[in-house]
Structures are given as C-alpha cells and as structure tokens.
C-alpha cells in the first residue's frame, strides 16, 4: 500500500466494514458453517482489526488473529486476552506452522494474497488430520455480469484482489492442494443469478 497513512486509512475502512449488520450476518453464518468445538485451535488469517477473531474467541476456541498491516494489529491487540493472541506476517515469507490447527478462517483475504498456490500449501502444512479452512471472498461470476453496469456507473472493483474465483474454480485449486469441499452458499444480494459473495468450507482430504 502507499504508505502509513494509506495503511491507517485502509485499516479505518475495514474497521467500519466490519461494523455494518450485513458482516456480522456473514460471520454467524461462517461460525455455524465452521462447526466449532470449545478449545479448538484456531488461524484467523488477515485477521484485519481482529472482530472475527474475537467472534470465534467468544465462541470457545484458542485463537491466533494473523496480519500483514500493522495498523490493523493496532486495532486487534487492545482484544489480547488469554486464549486470544494477534501475531504480524511477513508477506514474503507468510506464517511457518505445523500440524497446529484445527481451523483457519480467511474472510476476504484470499483474493488478496500474492502467492495462491503457496498460501494453500502453507494452509495444508498448518493444519492437524481432518482440518478444515473456511473461506468468504468474490464471487468472479457476479463480478463479470455486473462489469457493463459498473462500467457506466463508474464503479471500480477494489485493485487490491488480485484473485477472484467461482465456487467450482477454488474448489478445483483446493483440490490440487490436497482440500475436499465440504459445503458452500452463496451470500449478499443477487444480481441477475449470481450472489456477490460465496463461503465455502474444506476440509483436508483423507487420500
């Protein structure tokens, strides 16, 4: 990003994203897709200004929150509690974990990532047998329909997501890191057929 004031400003934005009832709809959603248990281990990744992470906190897991923006780590640490910590990332070298999760949750930050491929490994390598990873982000399809009216309306898609995917798409990239789809749906309000959002959960395979 350009800079720290740009960082600061992108940070408030996510801050008050994360405040609109349709996130926190979205993120009950995510909680009962997810299945929970008390006492799972659980990588919030881009953790962003740690509302979710202190959602599945709440709900009884032992939580890492994980960012690459210091202004967003600002805004989650006042949430540090035991049980609850929030760690910086390197985006050049991601995170180094191993057999340590139950869960990681990736809400809007997929898309984002420089290294697709990488980041799924990393996810494979951090997990315990039978982890899940739980993911929101665009929905290509609806993003190609809405192109002609964005278009006259101005409207640009945010720069920042470098990728963007169906459903079907990830699912197949899941797979070819070794991650089975469990369940998905699609989420915020259609256009034409397609939804702006899905949310999908893998689970490792078992092969």
Request: neutral net charge; proline residues 5%; contains cysteine.
């Amino acid at each position: 990003m350009g800079g720290a004031a740009e960082e600061i400003r992108y940070a408030n934005k996510v801050w008050a994203y994360q405040n609109r009832i349709d996130w926190r709809l979205a993120a009950r959603v995510v909680l009962r897709m997810a299945e929970l248990w008390p006492g799972a281990r659980v990588l919030d990744f881009g953790c962003g200004p740690g509302r979710f992470s202190h959602m599945l906190h709440e709900s009884g897991c032992d939580v890492v929150g994980a960012d690459v923006s210091e202004a967003m780590l600002q805004m989650a640490l006042p949430m540090t509690s035991p049980g609850l910590k929030f760690v910086k990332l390197d985006p050049k070298v991601g995170f180094d974990y191993d057999s340590e999760f139950d869960f990681i949750f990736c809400l809007h930050v997929l898309g984002h990532v420089g290294d697709l491929h990488d980041t799924i490994e990393q996810f494979r390598r951090a997990l315990r047998p039978n982890g899940k990873v739980l993911v929101v982000t665009p929905n290509l399809l609806h993003t190609m329909l809405r192109k002609p009216i964005d278009w006259m309306t101005g409207y640009k898609p945010d720069p920042t997501i470098k990728h963007r995917f169906t459903c079907a798409q990830l699912a197949q990239i899941m797979a070819h890191h070794g991650f089975e789809k469990e369940q998905s749906c699609s989420w915020g309000g259609r256009f034409l057929f397609a939804y702006p959002l899905f949310i999908a959960r893998f689970t490792v395979s078992k092969d």
